[in-house]
C-alpha cells in the first residue's frame, strides 16, 4: 500500500519536473521509506499515548532503532509483516512496562543477560543485508560503542530514579538480544 502511495507522491514529482525519470526508482524507494517511518513513528505515538507512556515509547524505539541498526538482528519477510511484528512488540513492552512493575534488580539482570547476547552475537547479518569482513568489524564497533551508551544511560536513569529510562533502554536491548538469537536460527536452518 505504501508502495503504491509512494510511486504516486513520485509520479506527480515527475509530471512537474521536479525529478527525471532516471531518478524515479531511487525517489520511489526513498519516498516508500519516508512512508514507513511516519506510519511507524505514528503508530508508536499512538501506541504510548493509549498506554499513557509516550516517553518510555519515544525512549524504546530510539534506544532499539539505534542499536539494531549496526547490531543486525531479525527481518520481517514483507513490509506489512515487518508493520505488525514491529507493533506487536511495542504493545507487548508498553504492557510489561505499565502493568507488570519488576524490582529493578530484576530489569538490571535482564539488562546483563540481553548485553551477553548482544556483545557474544553481534552484529548479524542476513540474506538482505550481508556484510563482508570489514563490515562486521565496522558494525561491531559501533554496536558495542552504543550499547555502551545505552547502558551508562539505563544505569544513570536507575540512579536518578528515572525508571521509564532505565527500562525502556534495558526492554530495547532484550528485544533486540531475542532478534539476535532469532535471526540466528533462521540462519542456521537454512544452512542445514
Known amino acids: 500500500m505504501l508502495g503504491k502511495i509512494s510511486r504516486k507522491i513520485v509520479d506527480r514529482l515527475l509530471k512537474k519536473g521536479t ?11 526513498g519516498m516508500e521509506q519516508l512512508l514507513t517511518v511516519i506510519v ?8 504510548g499515548i493509549v498506554f499513557g507512556k509516550v516517553v518510555e515509547m519515544l525512549f524504546f524505539v530510539s ?3 539505534i542499536i539494531r541498526s549496526y ?10 509483516r515487518c508493520y ?16 507488570i512493575k519488576l ?16 556483545l557474544l552475537m553481534s552484529p548479524v547479518d542476513t540474506k538482505n543485508k550481508p ?21 551508562i544511560i539505563a544505569l544513570v536513569s536507575a540512579i536518578f530514579p528515572f525508571r521509564a529510562g532505565t527500562e525502556s533502554i534495558v526492554y530495547a536491548q532484550v528485544v533486540l538480544s531475542v532478534s539476535l538469537v532469532c535471526e540466528r536460527i533462521i540462519q542456521l536452518r537454512k544452512d542445514k
Open 71 to 80: 547490531a543486525g538482528g531479525y527481518h520481517a519477510s514483507t513490509p506489512l
Open 103 to 118: 524490582d529493578m534488580i530484576i530489569v538490571i539482570g535482564l539488562l546483563v543477560i540481553a548485553s551477553i547476547v548482544i
Open 19 to 29: 525529478i527525471i525519470q532516471e531518478e524515479y526508482e531511487v525517489y520511489s524507494f
Open 63 to 65: 534506544a532499539f532503532i
Open 40 to 47: 511507524d513513528c505514528f503508530t508508536a505515538i499512538l501506541i
Open 84 to 99: 505488525l511484528l514491529t507493533t506487536l512488540i511495542n504493545i507487548i513492552v508498553l504492557s510489561v512496562m505499565k502493568f
Open 131 to 151: 556484510i563482508d569482513d570489514i563490515e562486521y568489524l565496522y558494525y561491531r564497533k559501533k554496536t558495542i560503542i552504543v550499547w555502551s551508551i545505552e547502558v
